[in-house]
């Protein structure tokens, strides 16, 4: 059931945004962006990817996504490689609003999971229109390029509708 698969995702989201602002990795690189960062700099042992694994499980057992996971021919690892890449693509802040209120927020890397026809298939059909070699090699993956440019449009999108917020900000509430 997509309904209870996105309440699950909604609160490791919060959980992962807590564990993040939390991190070693973003306490030294919270003043850096996409320029000044590469997927090396991230700590694969900090609590925050253990959150990204657990959300990505979740991620892996719904069947409304498996679709897309087969067309593309991605692992469970890609999944986590995209969600720390789009993490890196949108630094300092890896977050946006996702209406008006206050505690509505998402990280960018858990965002296209709640809205599977708007997000979801436009980042998954967005795979592989990018070849940039030197973004690939720097990165790490394949699909870089793709999953970076996808995260900054989006995170973009939402905030010029409902303005921007800090990964401190989100925290207060």
């Known amino acids: 059931m997509l309904f209870i698969t996105r309440s699950k995702l909604a609160n490791w989201d919060k959980k992962i945004t807590r564990l993040l602002r939390e991190s070693k990795f973003y306490s030294e690189n919270k003043n850096k962006d996409i320029y000044d960062l590469k997927i090396s700099d991230v700590y694969l042992d900090e609590p925050w990817i253990s ?8 991620v892996w ?3 409304a996504y498996q679709p897309f996971f087969l067309k593309y021919s991605l692992s469970k690892q890609d999944l986590i490689d995209f969600y720390i890449l789009m993490t890196i693509a949108t630094m300092p802040n890896p977050i946006f609003k996702t209406g008006r209120g206050k ?3 998402t990280l960018v890397g858990s965002a296209m999971y709640q809205e599977v026809k708007k997000q979801l298939t436009t980042c998954m059909t ?3 229109y990018f070849d940039n070699k030197q973004e690939q ?3 790490g993956h394949r699909y870089a390029s793709d999953v970076m440019s996808f995260a900054s449009a989006l995170k973009f999108a939402h905030e010029n509708a409902y303005g921007k917020i800090t990964l401190e900000e989100a925290l207060l509430f």
Do not use: Q, V
């Not at 959150?51 to 979740?58: L, P, T, W």
């Open 51 to 58: 959150g990204i694994k657990e959300f990505i499980d979740i």
């Open 61 to 63: 057992r719904e069947k």
């Open 103 to 105: 505690l509505t927020h």
């Open 126 to 128: 967005s795979l592989g």
């Open 137 to 139: 090699e720097r990165y």
